[in-house]
């Protein structure tokens, strides 16, 4: 049994750590012009709700797309992969998508869920673990974006399969990209990556899916200023600042800004920072592709070509990438 309070210690260490990080990119965030932070803070827990919400609204088709590929094509996805799997998933969310993935496969070895947040990722995989007693079963907890290593494969295991569902490959600049696929051909080599992202579309389409008419989306972006208020010592005044998000089609993604409304000081740990009127702070990028730029990014970083997959309308793409020996 783990030494509760070595636990709580861990715990407490790893939040004031994050709570650092955080001051930090906002600080850099406020400093430096033009002004951007990750979206990664987006997710305290008020963040993954309303993330959470926006995958159930009218508009957000991506989510329900994805995951309708998955159902369907399950099948044809299980037969590339073969039997006694492990799979790496990049990012372990709620696990609903993995959930599909492992019915259908063929006594999947192993399940690896790498996630930033222990916390989440402790309760998420004991209740998988619940329903698939057999399947070993270890959370890794770490930041994907930067280098890690694996464990070694398990004897008579098969193919080590990488799971990196819901379009995040989007948050990604081309260079961050190619960096992680590049990582991820070298962990999954004798495997395979089933990756799944956002293609381009109708501009009208995917600025529907950023601006809700029920304005979640707003919300989800506001939250990084609330966030910020309760974690750091900020005042933003959430009121003073609008949501703006819209599709920059020459670099083929959608952008998220929040823009402030008037003139305004803004502080942080005693440091003050002036916004104009019309200011913005660039909250996330969210890249869209096409198959075609996909697969030729997928070679450049050392993986081959399987099928894709797609819904129908053509909204979004599943993609199976082997990872050569
Ligand atoms: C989780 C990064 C894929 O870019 O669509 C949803 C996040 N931002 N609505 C996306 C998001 C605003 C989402 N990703």
Not at 24 to 45: E, G, T, W
Not at 82 to 105: C, H, M, N, Q, W
Not at 199 to 210: F, G, N, Q, S, V
Not at 292 to 316: Q, Y
Request: net charge negative.
């Amino acid at each position: 049994m783990r030494n509760p309070q070595f636990t709580g210690t861990l715990e407490a260490a790893n939040e004031a750590s994050a709570r650092a990080d955080f001051s930090r990119a906002m600080r850099d965030a406020l400093a430096l012009h033009p002004r951007s932070i990750s979206p990664k803070y987006f997710y305290d827990a008020e963040g993954s709700r309303l993330f959470d919400r926006i995958c159930e609204l009218p508009e957000y088709y991506p989510t329900r797309t994805e995951l309708s590929i998955l159902r369907e094509r399950a099948g044809e996805i299980a037969a590339q992969i073969g039997p006694r799997a492990e799979i790496v998933e990049f990012g372990a969310g709620s696990l609903t998508k993995v959930r599909l993935l492992l019915d259908a496969l063929k006594s999947p070895s192993r399940y690896l869920p790498i996630d930033i947040s222990g916390e989440h990722l402790a309760g998420a995989t004991a209740r998988l673990q619940a329903d698939w007693p057999e399947l070993g079963v270890h959370p890794i907890v770490a930041d994907y974006t930067r280098p890690f290593g694996l464990p070694p494969k398990t004897e008579g295991s098969g193919m080590r399969v990488g799971f990196f569902p819901g379009s995040t490959l989007g948050n990604f600049n081309p260079d961050e990209a190619l960096a992680f696929l590049q990582l991820a051909a070298r962990l999954l080599r004798g495997g395979g990556l089933l990756l799944g992202v956002d293609l381009i579309k109708a501009p009208a389409r995917l600025h529907a899916a950023y601006n809700d008419a029920q304005g979640v989306t707003a919300q989800f972006n506001l939250n990084l200023l609330r966030r910020a208020n309760a974690e750091l010592d900020c005042d933003f005044d959430l009121a003073g600042f609008d949501h703006a998000a819209f599709y920059n089609a020459p670099l083929q993604r959608i952008e998220m800004h929040l823009v402030s409304r008037r003139s305004q000081q803004v502080q942080l740990a005693g440091e003050r920072f002036h916004f104009e009127e019309g200011e913005a702070l660039h909250t996330e990028n969210s890249y869209k592709f096409t198959i075609d730029g996909l697969r030729a990014l997928a070679v450049r970083a050392g993986f081959g070509i399987g099928p894709v997959w797609t819904d129908p309308d053509r909204l979004f793409s599943v993609h199976w990438l082997p990872a050569a020996q």
